[in-house]
């Protein structure tokens, strides 16, 4: 059977791209060569990572992000504060968190984590942690190195804003390639107008 890497996320307009790709080129300048950037224009919200989908599911994803919508109004976020996972002593992803709707943005996942979970998708163990990835640290890095980004990114000052308004959850397709992971929208569901 044929399958889709797949992930439901909410795509970002090109505005917040430029926001992020000019807090990237600022980070950049700290010439730390073991990070691993994000592209802005592939930066997005994931809601929910699925991994290999079987094609004769699909129909059925569909329908779960279309009955997880239904009833919730557009929503405002922005870009909020610097942050690292797990933490910026020893950074092994860098990230922009979110704020503004949140408790929309929440509800809305949780929907779809219940929804998919019905139709075998495991739910996500750890609580849902809004943010959009920027960087990855490469294992190979050596411990001061990796502390010396952590210290990089504790005290870069970014001051967020950058807001949008979210209008439509995405079923997206992953194609992993060596120059990097290709995105391609499969279906993209509206939420109700404000």
Not at 1 to 6: L, T, Y
Not at 39 to 63: W, Y
């Amino acid at each position: 059977m044929e399958q889709v890497r797949s992930f439901i996320a909410i795509e970002l307009p090109q505005e917040v791209k430029t926001c992020l790709s000019d807090l990237e080129r600022e980070l950049k300048r700290g010439r730390h060569s073991a990070i691993k950037w994000v592209s802005p224009e592939g930066i997005h919200l994931t809601l929910k990572f699925m991994g290999n989908v079987e094609t004769d599911k699909i129909d059925a994803v569909e329908k779960a992000i279309r009955e997880a919508g239904e009833g919730i109004v557009s929503f405002h976020l922005e870009l909020g504060e610097l942050g690292a996972f797990p933490n910026f002593g020893r950074p092994r992803v860098a990230w922009v968190g979110l704020k503004g709707e949140l408790d929309r943005l929440i509800a809305l996942q949780k929907r779809l984590d219940s929804l998919l979970s019905a139709l075998g998708f495991p739910a996500e163990e750890r609580p849902f942690s809004p943010h959009l990835t920027l960087s990855r640290v490469r294992d190979d890095i050596s411990i001061t190195d990796r502390q010396s980004f952590g210290q990089l990114l504790q005290k870069t000052k970014f001051e967020g804003g950058c807001g949008f308004l979210v209008e439509s959850v995405n079923l997206m397709q992953s194609q992993l390639t060596p120059a990097g992971a290709i995105y391609t929208r499969l279906d993209s569901v509206p939420l109700l107008k404000v």
